[in-house]
T-cell receptor
Framework: KQEVTQIPAALSVPEGENLVLNCSFT??????LQWFRQDPGKGLTSLLL?????REQTSGRLNASLDKSSGRSTLYIAASQPGDSATYLC????????????FGQGTILTVHP | IAGITQAPTSQILAAGRRMTLRCTQD?????MYWYRQDLGLGLRLIHY???????GKGEVPDGYSVSRANTDDFPLTLASAVPSQTSVYFC???????????FGNGTRLTVT
């Protein structure tokens, strides 16, 4: 059974810092990996999707990498802002699971001015 | 604005009652999903549908049923609610298996 772990569980940083969120998964036979953002009381917003054949994806100040063989992904946030404060979730899709994601429990990020 | 609409936003329900959570998407996505989110347990898949007319069981399907009569709608029914079904329920959709998931804003359900 696939298990997804995110470290750290919570992170508090001053505005402007670059930061890294970590995600690991136990079964490397994944189809893709997705990073989401969740604001309090809201649904999830997709940030980046990395296919199993890709090494990284970038969107603005966000960069996500994937090392499938070691079962790891990182989300890099450059020049953090208070508006980045949210819970960040990592999720993987197994080889033939057609979009059925297994989620990590998330990292709660607080960026203070 | 294109997206997923869930209703109701929140509900308090007596144990033993029947309840249907509604989910509608206007993006013409093939696949739809129901997740529940619980503190300490994260998001877990309840049921899914790869395309209209088909459904499948996820990780925690017991006590829930779904139907997919058309592309846009994917209701989730609790036949006889129990307190352990107190949770936040999210509906999601994706165009195809390698596409990002889009989520609704959730339904907060409390079973007393």
């Amino acid at each position: 059974k696939q298990e997804v772990t995110q470290i750290p569980a919570a992170l508090s940083v001053p505005e402007g810092e670059n930061l890294v969120l970590n995600c690991s998964f136990t079964d490397s036979a994944i189809y893709n990996l997705q990073w989401f953002r969740q604001d309090p009381g809201k649904g999830l917003t997709s940030l980046l999707l990395i296919q199993s054949s890709q090494r990284e994806q970038t969107s603005g100040r966000l960069n996500a990498s994937l090392d499938k063989s070691s079962g790891r992904s990182t989300l890099y946030i450059a020049a953090s802002q208070p508006g980045d404060s949210a819970t960040y979730l990592c999720a993987v899709v197994g080889g033939t699971s057609y979009g059925k994601l297994t989620f990590g429990q998330g990292t709660i990020l607080t960026v203070h001015p | 604005i294109a997206g997923i609409t869930q209703a109701p936003t929140s509900q308090i329900l007596a144990a033993g009652r029947r309840m249907t959570l509604r989910c509608t998407q206007d993006m013409r996505h093939n696949a739809m999903y129901w997740y529940r989110q619980d503190l300490g347990l994260g998001l877990r898949l309840i049921h899914y549908s790869n395309t209209a007319g088909t459904t499948g069981k996820g990780e925690v399907p017991d006590g829930y049923s779904v139907s997919r009569a058309n592309t846009d709608d994917f209701p989730l029914t609790l036949a006889s609610a129990v307190p352990s079904q107190t949770s936040v329920y999210f509906c999601a959709s994706s165009a195809q298996s390698d596409s990002p998931l889009h989520f609704g804003n959730g339904t907060r359900l409390t079973v007393t």
